[in-house]
């Protein structure tokens, strides 16, 4: 198949729906880009780098949270900030500030834990509401749509809906 | 159940029956806990390690029975190099687990389809490995040991965080979902760059045979998540089940089919070229075993070759790695008496003398 745009193989092929129409494009890298402002993106920074980055960008500057210090297991945050690895469970409440925006860095913006919650058995604390992310249900929706998957598509819909009245 | 069994015959995931087997391996699926109460594993002294292990190993043996039949345990600071070589070879412990040092151990059971590592990175590293696409299924048993364990031991949980784990890339749910593939024609028709793209674009790590740092070699791609925190676990499942494993599958078959209408005859060179250096070579590296053995698959699975069976390539596959072929010869072998050993093995899998 050849790009309606030029005449370079296609690699790119859209469907898209409008007004309840199919149309379907099909064009080469290049000029899906230029037209499309799909494909030759750059990709998304590997975790590891992102963490590095941040780390590096801290690590210049004086900052008060170089010097504290985990009661529990004695690590500092530069100490952390220098392996990567935490010392224990409580570094998550001291360096909480410290901790959060790099935490949504390495996780796609996310801040809060959303899914399995342990059912701790004389457990007095009390254990967050599983939520029902229905930006992400409307996005998997879309997709089902243009997948075509017709059976996955109303499973998602009635999902919503349930979860929009609860 | 001991450990030197498990050179006799290839785990569970390794049979090749799985759903869509002619293109996904295995599926996998680890979490990582920690126990509440104790250092992250780089903080803990000599004494503390020794006793975390103590507490999740008998932890892991007293519920044996609701969770994993015929698990074994193996005490790995105390196991021989090439017992924990084996162990890696078979996908049930990670390369720094085989290494480190101090105590820590692993129990394996479900014929091999389960595995948690005691003391790797996190205090727990729970594993299951089924054959071909299996990720609900993965889901369902590993959560079902997950909550048993949980009635044991109490894991480190945060309302905002989830489940702490030592790095946090792992904080959440601290689960990260593994398909091994593979996608030998998308090599030859140089698209794989696109999956790689693709995959990096969709936040998902593309990684080779043994995970974390290790190459793709033979075109066989573990392709997992990063991202564990703010998304549900059965989200993260379903992404991959029903989009990213099933796009890439696509792919893969389009340049099959590409090959088979456009490239028979060059198709057929690479495929039986293969089969030949199998058939006649007096020495092979492990690495020309995986080149070879994955252009063999694909033209079994493509019904170029016939006579071959995929659990046989299966097999060869995990067999001629050097942990498993000294243990098979009964000695340590190296250099050219390995290649040597491992070529025999192979003409002999293959039927020829």
Not at chain 2, 2 to 22: C, F, I, Q, V, Y
Not at chain 2, 46 to 73: H, P, V
Not at chain 2, 238 to 257: G, T, W
Request: charged share 25%; with cysteine.
């Amino acid at each position: 198949m050849k790009c309606e745009n030029c005449n370079n193989p296609a690699t790119v092929h859209l469907t898209e729906i409008k007004a309840g129409k199919k149309i379907e494009k099909h064009l080469c890298e290049s000029c899906a880009a230029a037209l499309e402002g799909i494909g030759n993106a750059k990709g998304h920074t590997p975790i590891n780098e992102l963490l590095t980055n941040f780390v590096m960008a801290q690590s210049g500057g004086a900052l008060k949270e170089q010097t504290s210090t985990c009661e529990t297991c004695g690590i500092t945050w530069a100490e952390f900030r220098q392996s990567g690895v935490l010392g224990c469970a409580n570094d998550y409440r001291t360096f909480e500030k410290e901790l959060a925006p790099l935490i949504q860095r390495a996780h796609e913006g996310a801040t809060h834990h959303v899914g399995k919650v342990p059912t701790r058995r004389g457990s007095t604390t009390l254990a967050p509401k599983r939520r029902v992310d229905t930006d992400k249900l409307k996005k998997d929706l879309q997709r089902a749509i243009e997948a075509e998957d017709y059976e996955r598509a109303a499973k998602l819909r009635d999902q919503i809906r349930t979860a929009e009245n609860a | 159940m001991k450990l030197n069994d498990l050179t006799s015959r290839a785990g569970e995931w390794l049979r090749g029956n799985g759903p869509m087997s002619e293109v996904v391996i295995s599926s996998r699926i680890r979490l990582a806990r920690n126990v509440a109460g104790h250092n992250f594993l780089s903080r803990c002294s000599r004494a503390q390690r020794n006793s975390l292990e103590t507490k999740i190993r008998t932890a892991l043996l007293a519920e044996t029975d609701q969770f994993a039949k015929g698990l074994f345990y193996v005490d790995l600071a105390d196991a021989p190099e090439i017992d924990r070589q084996l162990l890696v070879e078979r996908h049930l412990i990670s390369k720094p687990h085989a290494t480190a040092e101090g105590a820590r151990g692993v129990a394996v059971g479900e014929e091999e389809s389960v595995s948690v590592m005691v003391n790797e990175e996190d205090h727990l590293r729970i594993q299951v490995l089924k054959s071909g696409l299996q990720l609900e299924e993965a889901w369902e048993q590993i959560n079902q040991i997950d909550d048993v364990l949980e009635s044991q031991l109490d894991f480190a949980f945060h309302p905002r965080f989830g489940y702490l784990t030592a790095c946090p890339t792992n904080v959440g749910t601290g689960i990260r979902v593994s398909v091994m593939l593979h996608l030998p024609a998308l090599k030859l028709t140089g698209e794989i760059e696109k999956v790689f793209r693709a995959a990096k674009d969709m936040k998902l790590a593309v990684r080779g045979l043994y995970g974390e740092g290790t190459e793709a070699t033979g075109d066989f791609y573990q392709i997992s998540n990063q991202t564990t925190l703010g998304k549900v676990e059965e989200d993260i499942i379903q992404d991959f089940k029903h989009v990213v494993i099933p796009k890439i599958i696509d792919y893969e078959h389009h340049a099959r089919r590409t090959l088979l209408n456009e490239r028979l005859t060059a198709l057929d060179d690479k495929v039986h070229r293969a089969y030949g250096v199998l058939r006649a070579a007096r020495m092979i590296t492990s690495e020309e075993v995986l080149l070879m053995l994955s252009h063999l698959r694909m033209g079994v699975n493509l019904g170029r070759l016939q006579g071959i069976e995929i659990r046989t390539i299966n097999e060869m596959l995990l067999m001629s790695q050097p942990a498993h072929l000294q243990k098979l010869m009964g000695k340590k072998l190296e250099g050219d008496a390995r290649r040597a050993a491992r070529a025999d093995f192979i003409r002999k899998k293959l039927g020829v003398a």
